[in-house]
């Protein structure tokens, strides 16, 4: 939906890649009004509003607006222990004697990446969160207040956007957690 202030009474017609997309009465004291609308695929628009008053004097165009919209993004990929918490025999065998290890992983460049963990089946539980750089990398280490225990894990990312969209999880990462493997 658009919204705006226009004359008040006039009809406001919305304008999207110079389409007729929907029209609206503005309120008769205010001017406010709301053109909803519908079937806009996510893609860039440019939008504009041209209103029409009661003695039928047309209004020039406004100034194009140009839009994204955006519907959806993806689950965040590459989550991993970093090398440096990876404590066990090689730093690519997701073992450690950390309780608050470091993963990393990439995700839609500026969104919110929150990571979970479940250990041995148990429901996720949510360690806390990291914002992905502009390149939409992230890294993200365990808070002391949420150390894990010794144990195994599917630890797991959700990413949400900007615009309000939330990813699926992640593929799980299987890791574990021992004095073992300092």
Do not use: C, H, M
């Amino acid at each position: 939906a658009f919204s705006g202030i226009a004359e008040p009474g006039s009809t406001v017609s919305v304008i999207v890649n110079q389409r007729s997309v929907g029209s609206a009465v503005a309120n008769p004291v205010s001017g406010a009004f709301t053109v909803a609308t519908a079937g806009l695929r996510p893609g860039t628009y440019r939008v504009s509003a041209i209103a029409v008053d009661a003695a039928g004097n047309r209004s020039l165009p406004t100034t194009p607006l140009s839009i994204v919209l955006d519907t959806a993004i993806t689950a965040p990929r590459g989550l991993d222990l970093v090398a440096a918490a990876d404590t066990g025999r090689s730093k690519t065998d997701n073992r450690t004697s950390l309780q608050t290890p470091t993963f990393s992983g990439s995700a839609k460049p500026n969104s919110t990446v929150e990571v979970y963990a479940a250990r041995n089946g148990a429901a996720s539980v949510l360690l806390g969160t990291a914002t992905a750089d502009r390149k939409g990398a992230w890294r993200f280490t365990v808070p002391p207040a949420k150390a894990l225990a010794e144990g195994s894990y599917a630890i797991t990312a959700l990413a949400s956007d900007l615009a309000g969209n939330q990813s699926p999880p992640s593929a799980p990462l299987a890791i574990e957690i021992g004095a073992a493997f300092a």
